[in-house]
C-alpha cells in the first residue's frame, strides 16, 4: 500500500485508528477457547466488527510468538484475512527488529513478502545498516522506534547527545538513510508537548501513536502538536478495545470502544477542515 | 545454565567458541536439499562435528522466521537436539528483541521456557522496562546489545552523552537494573581498544563477542582487553566456521575451522594461567 492510499482511507473512514491485536489466550473470551483456532477467531471477529472504523490492524508479533508454532499459525491466518477480505486496511508487523545487514533483510522479507504485511516497527539502536535493508522494498512501510511510551523511555531515549536527545538524533540522522524520507515512526502519546519539536524535525511523515487510552495519553493533545495536512497520524489502541468485554458480546463491545475513537477523530480532522 | 557451569565447560573444553547458527538454504551444501528438513540436519552435522570444540550456539533467529512455520520447526528441533545429546552447551537465541513489559514478557516465556533456551539477545533502546522482566528467570541468561560490530553502531552507540558514549551509558544504567549483574553484554570485536574501558565499567560480566573472523575483529586483541579470571568471553563465528565447505565435506571443514579457533584461545588462557 502506497502512503497515498493511506491517506484516501484515513479520509474516506474519517478515521485514523489502527487496533492493536495484542491477542492474549489468557484475556479472550473463554467460550472462544473451545475453537480450533481461538486467536485467530478472537481477530477475526474483532476485525469484521471494527474494520469500518479503523484504518490499520497492528498484531503484536510477541503474543503470536510466545504460542511457537500454533501462534505463527495463528498470525498467517489473521493477515491472509486481513489481506483477502479488507485490502484496504494497512497491516503493522509490531516486531521491533533490529540486526545488521543480511539479518535485517531476512527478517524484511519475512514479514514484506512472506507473510505480505504492509508496515513492520524497527528499533534503532544499530543504525543504517540494520534500518536501510528494509527500506529497499517498494510500497512497504518501515516504521521506527523514537520515542517509546513506556517508562524506560527515559532511560536513554530522552538523554542529551550534544544538547539533543536520543531520539530526535534518531529523526535526524534516519531521514538521511537510502529511502529515509518514507520512515514513519512511532511517538508515544504519554509526551504529546514533544509532538512539536518532533515536528519540526519531520514536518510530514507519518507517526505510529501508540499510548492513547490504556497508557493514558491524549488524543486531543496528540492531535494538536502532531497532525498535518495529509493528517500524518495512526494512533493505536489495544486492550482498550479488544478486551472491552470477555462476554460473548466481545466484539460488539470493541466497535462501540473503536467507534468512539473514530467519532473523536472525525471531529478533530472536521475542526481543522482536514476531510 | 548457570554461569559457574559456563565457566566450568570453557576450562573443560579450553575454549570459549559460540558457534553462529546463521542457516541459510542459500549457502547450505546442496546435498543436503534433497532430505525433509535441510536446515535441521545442517545443524545436526555442524553441531555433531563440532560440539567438543565449542561451549555455546546461537542460532540467528531471524534465518529461521525467514521460513516462516517450516523455519520455526527447524529451530525448535534444533534447540531440542540440543538440550537432548549436548545439554552442557549454553544456548543462545540471537533475536535481538525489545518491547514493553507485558511483550517482554512474552518473548521471554517463548525463548528461556517453550524453546528453554539458555540466553536471549536484547536490544536496549526501550530501557528498564523492557529489559527487567528476562531478568527474572532463574537460570536464564540476558545478553543486552551494548556495541556492535556493524558501520551503523556509529550512528548512535557511540555519541556521546554528557561525555559518555551511549554504549557506555547502556553498560552502566544497565547495572542497576533488578538483577542487571547478572547481565551479559554484545560486544563486537572490530573495536577491540574499546574492550579495556568497558571492562572498567562492567569488571565481570560475560561478554558475547561478535565479528571475530567474517568481520575482522582479532582475538589476540580482544583477550588482551577483555579477558578476566573467570574468562567472561564468549567469541563467535557463524559464517567462517559454518559455511567452510559448500561440499559434503561441510561438517569435517567446520570441524577444522573451529578447532583453529580453540586452539587460539586455549593458547590465550595457558598463556595467562586460566586453565
Known amino acids: 500500500m502506497t502512503t497515498q492510499d493511506l491517506v484516501l482511507q484515513i479520509r474516506k473512514k474519517k478515521s485514523f485508528l489502527c487496533i492493536g491485536l495484542d491477542t492474549d489466550l489468557e484475556k479472550i473470551p473463554p467460550h472462544l477457547l473451545q475453537t480450533e ?18 484504518v490499520a490492524y497492528k498484531p503484536n508479533i510477541a503474543f503470536y510468538e510466545a504460542y511457537g508454532i500454533q501462534g505463527w499459525k495463528s498470525l498467517e491466518r489473521t493477515i491472509d484475512y486481513l489481506n483477502g477480505k479488507y485490502p484496504e486496511q494497512f497491516t503493522i508487523a509490531d516486531a521491533k527488529r533490529g540486526d545488521i545487514g543480511n539479518t535485517s533483510t531476512r527478517y524484511a522479507k519475512a514479514f514484506f ?15 543504517k545498516d540494520s534500518i536501510e535493508p528494509f527500506l529497499s522494498f517498494e510500497n512497504k512501510h518501515t516504521i521506527l522506534l523514537a ?33 529515509g524520507q518514507k520512515l514513519m515512526y512511532v511517538v508515544g502519546a504519554t509526551k504529546a508537548e514533544y509532538l512539536a519539536e518532533i515536528r519540526e524535525i519531520i514536518p510530514e511523515n507519518f507517526l505510529l501513536v501508540p499510548g492513547v487510552g490504556a497508557q493514558g495519553g ?26 472491552a468485554s470477555r462476554g460473548t458480546d466481545f466484539a460488539e463491545a470493541a466497535k462501540k470502544r473503536a467507534s468512539d475513537l473514530q467519532g473523536q477523530m472525525q471531529k478533530e480532522m472536521e475542526s481543522r477542515d482536514l476531510l
Request: charged letters at 20%; one cysteine or more.
Open 113 to 127: 513478502e512472506d507473510l505480505n504485511f504492509d508496515s513492520i516497527t524497527i528499533a534503532p539502536y544499530m543504525g
Open 147 to 179: 520515542l517509546t511510551s513506556n517508562i524506560g523511555a527515559f532511560d536513554f531515549q530522552t538523554k542529551k547527545i550534544d544538547g539533543r536527545e536520543l531520539y530526535k538524533e534518531v529523526l535526524q540522522t534516519s531521514k538521511s538513510y537510502q529511502g
Open 218 to 243: 491524549s488524543l486531543q493533545e496528540v492531535c494538536k502538536f502532531g497532525i498535518t495536512s495529509d493528517i500524518g497520524l495512526m494512533i493505536n489502541s489495544s486492550r482498550g478495545i479488544i478486551y
Open 37 to 54: 483456532d481461538p486467536i485467530f477467531e478472537f481477530n477475526k471477529a474483532i476485525i469484521d466488527a471494527t474494520n469500518h472504523l479503523c
